[in-house]
T-cell receptor, first 115, second 116 residues
């Protein structure tokens, strides 16, 4: 079946503009996660959704970052008034209950460049 | 404090040889899970192997095995019979708690280069 998809794959924006990143999880996966990977670094957790609610937003770096999920499916990560330090690859992952490992399946990521 | 530590920024191995990638973790939660992911230059994160804190045996998946030493809080990845396609970044990650919806905490990664 289809994996996790993300769009756009690349986004170049000017400092101060808002951007929206989209994630389409695997069908039936109730958990959805956003991570950020800066150049040469490991992944940094941002937020996760259980259904449409977000029990853990602890990783969002500032109030310029927000995310929502509708219909228990697609999620949008919005960054307002982008800054150069927001440049990174934003990865989305989804997982389902019923497996021991609760393995997270990752999308290909959106590479955001703020100029 | 670092929850996941990968002390090897880069590793080299000859094709067909085995290599061990180190990972130590820190948690006070008795229930946790440890994961290894591979990230090739293309950028996708590929799940390799999982070890639960209560699992009695070390996890194995094909050429991948996890050397789980609970008392030492280490979860090293062993890749046997290395192949050129194994060249990639490798990330160790931990999930704390026993629920199904828990974030992963990642280490900084180890870049593995397999030489012919």
């Amino acid at each position: 079946g289809a994996g996790v998809s993300q769009s756009p794959s690349n986004k170049v924006t000017e400092k101060g503009k808002d951007v929206e990143l989209r994630c389409d999880p695997i069908s039936g996966h109730t958990a959805l996660y956003w991570y950020r990977q800066s150049l040469g670094q490991g992944l940094e957790f941002l937020i996760y959704f259980q259904g449409n609610s977000a029990p853990d937003k602890s990783g969002l770096p500032s109030d310029r970052f927000s995310a929502e999920r509708t219909g228990g499916s697609v999620s949008t990560l919005t960054i307002q008034r982008t800054q150069q330090e927001d440049s990174a690859v934003y990865l989305c992952a989804s997982s389902r209950m019923g497996t021991t490992s609760y393995e997270q399946y990752f999308g290909p990521g959106t590479r955001l460049t703020v100029t | 404090a670092q929850k996941i530590t990968q002390t090897q920024p880069g590793m080299f191995v000859q094709e067909k040889e085995a290599v061990t990638l180190d990972c130590t973790y820190d948690t006070s939660d008795p229930s946790y899970g440890l994961f290894w992911y591979k990230q090739p230059s293309s950028g996708e994160m590929i799940f390799l192997i999982y070890q639960g804190s209560y699992d009695q045996q070390n996890a194995t998946e094909g050429r991948y095995s996890l050397n789980f030493q609970k008392a030492r809080k280490s979860a090293n990845l062993v890749i046997s019979a290395s192949q050129l396609g194994d060249s990639a970044m490798y990330f160790c990650a931990m999930r704390e708690g026993s629920g199904g919806y828990n974030k992963l905490i990642f280490g900084a990664g180890t870049r593995l280069a397999v030489h012919p």
